[in-house]
């Protein structure tokens, strides 16, 4: 499929250009171990020189360390030659090292505390910081981040946090995209539920839909997908391969939704891999380009902590696969009949 472009422009302001291939920016914030800065910029350079023209990143990566190492890499590129996306939601506040937020999965990062506010002051300070942090005059796309059962912990937290925002944040995203100050806006999320109950309650351009529209999940197509496609609202999918199994592979060990895999996860991607295997497919190569099918996917945005990894990403998303493929995983009832391929 190449790291071709693709055009997106829902009200006629313009729009974004998404290398279908884009570029997850968690890693570049230390995420499970660090890397330093050289590194970073070894696996930016890479993608850079490859064609990747769509970045995401967010305040929460690495306590701000991810935006400040995109600044280091931006600076001098011409602005209108990216697309930049980040999130708001989150306000990071300096404290002691022994009080800071993301111990165990940031590591050396920045002291910072994370702050939930998803009001419109607090989304107006988020851009404000990020803007600081990337070095940059403007930021395309805003996501509101993570505002989903998984992080917020219950249907009432969620509801109450998703309140918060239509009152406030909602308003000053509005705002933004009215005034041409970004270009569009909507919602970086976990879970493809709450990506409907906005959508059904306000004007949203883009969501970022980690892990939930995958080789191994398709259930955001029983209303979610649909209802994007009838609005021309497009999607950003994070996490194509479930945090790494669609990778690695079912060996021991191997992670799944940010844990280790439990048996029945294991035993799916083994009859998977068993597929992609006798079409002489990379399962990975499959992972990736499963969910661009959709009519509604923008960009695919692995992560990447190394060069070798950021290859492998490349190189899925040039790799040609056989129709037969995607037949023979119907036929094995792995993929849903009604998934686009």
């Known amino acids: 499929m190449g790291l071709e472009s693709c055009h997106w422009d829902r009200i006629g302001n313009g729009g974004l250009d998404f290398t279908r291939l884009g570029f997850g920016t968690a890693p570049l914030g230390n995420l499970y171990r660090a890397i330093s800065d050289d590194d970073a910029n070894a696996i930016l350079d890479r993608a850079w020189a490859a064609g990747v023209r769509y970045f995401d990143t967010a305040p929460l990566y690495g306590m701000g360390l991810s935006e400040t190492r995109l600044n280091r890499f931006l600076r001098g590129k011409p602005r209108d030659s990216y697309v930049l996306s980040t999130k708001v939601g989150r306000l990071l506040r300096a404290c002691r090292p022994e009080d800071r937020d993301g111990v165990g999965k940031w590591f050396d990062v920045p002291s910072r505390r994370e702050i939930y506010d998803y009001g419109h002051d607090g989304v107006m300070r988020s851009v404000e910081q990020s803007l600081e942090r990337l070095g940059v005059d403007r930021i395309d796309l805003l996501f509101a981040h993570d505002i989903d059962i998984f992080n917020h912990g219950s249907a009432e937290a969620l509801a109450a946090r998703i309140e918060e925002f239509m009152a406030g944040g909602y308003r000053a995203l509005l705002s933004l995209r009215d005034q041409g100050v970004i270009r569009a806006f909507g919602a970086g999320v976990n879970e493809w539920q709450p990506c409907q109950t906005l959508a059904e309650r ?20 029983d209303s979610f997908l649909p209802l994007a496609e009838r609005r021309g609202i497009g999607v950003v999918i994070g996490g194509p391969y479930n945090s790494g199994i669609l990778a690695s592979g079912p060996r021991p060990g191997a992670f799944y939704n940010y844990d280790p895999a439990p048996p029945e996860i294991l035993d799916r991607v083994a009859r998977i891999e068993t597929i992609c295997a006798a079409h002489g497919v990379r399962m990975v190569d499959a992972a990736f380009q499963f969910p661009l099918r959709h009519p509604c996917t923008l960009s695919v945005i692995p992560g990447g902590q190394g060069v070798a990894e950021m290859d492998s990403n490349l190189a899925a998303a040039q790799a040609e696969l056989p129709a037969a493929l995607w037949a023979d995983l119907r036929d094995a009832g792995l993929l849903r009949a009604d998934a686009p391929v």
């Open 202 to 221: 306000g004007d949203f351009d883009i969501f970022l839909l980690a892990g939930r529209y995958t080789l191994l999940e398709q259930e955001a197509l």
